[in-house]
């Protein structure tokens, strides 16, 4: 059984960081790209960034210079640090797991709703971004 869990949500002045983790299960890395998803209250579903096992990523235009996507393969744990937030980082932040070319695709436009997702998704975490 596939699962993702994430961590590291919370409250946070604008400027600040966070890191969020993603524990992920039940599939190789190698298989599927890595990355997270956000949405916001009223708002569609964003992509935010994304990773392969071969290290290659990719980033939504906005987080570009303030986000960092890792991940530790040994630990099967895939990162994201986000520095310089911003008030419209507010968002409930979903780890995903998907085919790699469709998880870059979505990164870069809007991702599929739950119900034309080809992929794992968590349960999310919540990160507000206080002004």
């Known amino acids: 059984e596939v699962q993702l869990v994430e961590s590291g949500g919370g409250l946070v002045q604008a400027g600040g960081s966070l890191r969020l983790s993603c524990a992920f299960s039940?599939?190789?890395?190698?298989?599927?790209?890595i990355g997270w998803f956000r949405q916001a209250p009223g708002k569609e579903r964003e992509g935010v960034a994304c990773?392969?096992?071969?290290?290659?990523?990719v980033y939504e235009e906005s987080v570009k210079g303030r986000f960092t996507i890792s991940s530790d393969n040994a630990n099967n744990t895939v990162y994201l640090q986000m520095n310089n937030l911003k008030p419209e980082d507010t968002a409930v932040y979903y780890c995903v797991a998907a085919p790699v070319l469709l998880l870059r695709i979505w990164v870069l436009s809007t991702p599929p709703s739950d119900g034309n997702f080809n992929g794992h998704r968590g349960r999310g975490t919540q990160v507000t971004v206080s002004a």
């Open positions: 990773i392969s096992n071969d290290g290659t990523t």
């Open positions: 039940g599939f190789t890395f190698g298989d599927l790209a």
